[in-house]
Structures are given as structure tokens and as C-alpha cells.
């Protein structure tokens, strides 16, 4: 058995990837991951990616940030330390709007900060883990597990049909920096 993990294919032009993407799937190749320098609207249509979860993530934060401001508020100023103050109530409710819009805001930010290190790897300090170096540069990549894929020569064929300048067998997941 071969220690190839993954196809790569590297393509100079975002529309003869695209062009491999509509190949590949039309001869039911599973394509692992697409890696490109930009952003390409619609290529995640064509991959099959879902729809990400974050805006549900930056809801709870910001819940997180409002219930912790009006609990440190209303604990502060009507339970612990309740002031009389001109005859107002101590539970003015519009005083505290101002207060909980802001740390809605700040826990949502920071906790999406966050959240977007941890689930990307990118923490500060660690080296990126890439497939292809270029591919942050100026090349298209485009990756097919080859464990899933055993017709090699299949897809080496059709990544050179489509325009790959070159197609390469990894033996590792990621390339690392260092």
C-alpha cells in the first residue's frame, strides 16, 4: 500500500480549478479541500461545505455579555448598595441600556476572536500548517484524499485536463514551516 495521503493539484487560474472541481465531481471523486491565496464566491456551493455555525456562537456571547451586565448592575445597585438618589428607583431600567449594549458587544468580539483562533489553529506563537506553501501566494490547490480515491492515474488525468500546471502525491497531511 502506498504512503500517499493526498492528491495535490496546483492550478495558476481560479477558473480552471473550478473547471477541476466540476470534473472531479462529475466522475464522483470526493475532493478533500480547496485552498486558495483569495476568496472565490461560490466555491463552497460547489464543495458542499455547510453553512457555519459562528453567528450562532457570537449570539451566546453576546447574551453572555448582556446577562453579566445586568446581573453585576442590578446586584451592585439595587441589592448590595441601593442609593436614593432624587427619588429615583433604584431599578431604572433604561439607565442600564447603555451599559449592557456595550458588553454585548465586547464579549461578543472578543469571545468570536477567540473562538476563531481556536477553531482555525491559528494561535499566536504557532507555526501555520499548509498543503502547499504557494497556496497562500498565488496558486489554487486542490486536494483529493487518496485513501478514499484509489484510481490514481484517473485523477492525475483529469486534474490535467482542466489546466493543474502540476499535480503532486503528498505523503503528510500538512507541510509545516519549521
Not at 137 to 145: Q, T
Amino acid at each position: 500500500m502506498s504512503n500517499t495521503k493526498y492528491i495535490l493539484a496546483s492550478y495558476a487560474d481560479p477558473d480552471h480549478m473550478m473547471a477541476g472541481i466540476d470534473a472531479l465531481q462529475k466522475s464522483n471523486i470526493k475532493i478533500y479541500d480547496a485552498f486558495t491565496p483569495m476568496p472565490i464566491h461560490g466555491i463552497e456551493d460547489k464543495l458542499g461545505v455547510k453553512r457555519s455555525r459562528l453567528p450562532i456562537v457570537a449570539f451566546l456571547f453576546g447574551i453572555t455579555g448582556t446577562i453579566c451586565a445586568f446581573s453585576l448592575m442590578y446586584y451592585t445597585l439595587v441589592y448590595d448598595w441601593p442609593m436614593n438618589i432624587g427619588g429615583k428607583p433604584a431599578f431604572a431600567f433604561p439607565d442600564f441600556i447603555p451599559i449592557m449594549f456595550e458588553l454585548t458587544v465586547l464579549f461578543a468580539s472578543y469571545g468570536m476572536g477567540f473562538t476563531f483562533f481556536y477553531r482555525t489553529h491559528l494561535f499566536p506563537g504557532r507555526a501555520p500548517r499548509v498543503m502547499d506553501f504557494r497556496a497562500t501566494d498565488d496558486r489554487f490547490v486542490l486536494a483529493v484524499d487518496a485513501a478514499e480515491n484509489t484510481d490514481h492515474e484517473k485523477i492525475d488525468s483529469l486534474f490535467k485536463e482542466t489546466g493543474a500546471v502540476e499535480v503532486k502525491y503528498n505523503d503528510r497531511k500538512y507541510v509545516s514551516y519549521e
